[in-house]
């Protein structure tokens, strides 16, 4: 098991002040490497252009990731949005919106960064549809969990099946092709569904650079 993201994190100065702010979390290391790796996952494109970005974490859940953007990521302010009600969070440049994602309604602001972590089933086909649908967002991030297992059929994934790709391999890419992304594999994510989507609106092959 790579601890990598994990020592990352416990050796920012920030780190106590994120747990404070989210905390009680369950499975603490596995949210932890999820988050980090979405972090690491946009913070070039950040710094390429400081202050330009907005961020919205949809499904924010425990809102960690949006809270350890709004530490770490030199972005004009982070919007965690998820259905339920949210804790209230302290951090500069963070707000929470309470809003189901599958009501109109939300708008997020011009050159926004879209991400998502463990969105499960019909919700990762959701998010990338309001990704797809609104100008506004240019970039695009998901680690998906939970498998739409209903969306997997067909002679290409029976064929990927027969060769043993294991099926959170094959939703993700089901989820890259239909965000027009690519994928990849984060191995310094704790996680069997270690997988990160990332898409762009900003270039031609329609892809954030991993680093």
């Known amino acids: ?21 989210v905390g ?14 979405v972090i690491t996952t946009i913070r070039g494109l950040t710094l390429n252009k400081p202050m330009h970005y907005s961020l919205v974490d949809m ?6 990731t949006g809270v350890l953007a709004a530490y770490l990521l030199p972005v004009k302010d982070v919007i965690g949005v998820d259905i339920r009600i949210g ?15 599958i009501e109109p309604g939300f ?28 100008p506004n967002y240019e970039h695009f991030v998901l680690m998906p969990c939970c498998i739409k ?8 994934y029976n ?9 959170p391999a094959l939703w993700a890419l089901h989820l890259a092709q239909k965000a027009g ?19 762009s609106k900003e270039d031609d092959i329609g892809t954030i650079p991993i680093n």
């Open 87 to 101: 804790k209230s969070i302290r951090a500069k440049r963070y707000r929470y919106v309470q809003h189901d994602i």
């Open 59 to 64: 499904c924010a859940g425990n809102q960690l």
């Open 159 to 167: 064929f990927l099946r027969s060769l043993r790709v294991p099926k």
């Open 181 to 199: 992304g690519r994928i990849k594999r984060d191995m310094n994510c704790i996680s069997p569904a270690n997988y990160v989507i990332t898409a």
């Open 1 to 21: 098991m790579s601890r990598k993201y994990l020592d990352q994190f416990l050796s920012l100065r920030c780190a106590g002040d994120v747990l404070n702010e």
């Open 149 to 156: 297992r209903d969306e997997l059929s067909g002679s290409e």
């Open 107 to 134: 708008e997020p602001p011009p050159y926004t960064i879209l991400v998502a972590v463990h969105a499960c089933e019909e919700l990762a086909l959701r998010v990338i549809d309001l990704y797809l649908a609104n």
């Open 24 to 37: 009680p979390i369950n499975n603490a290391a596995k949210e932890i490497t999820e988050s980090m790796a």
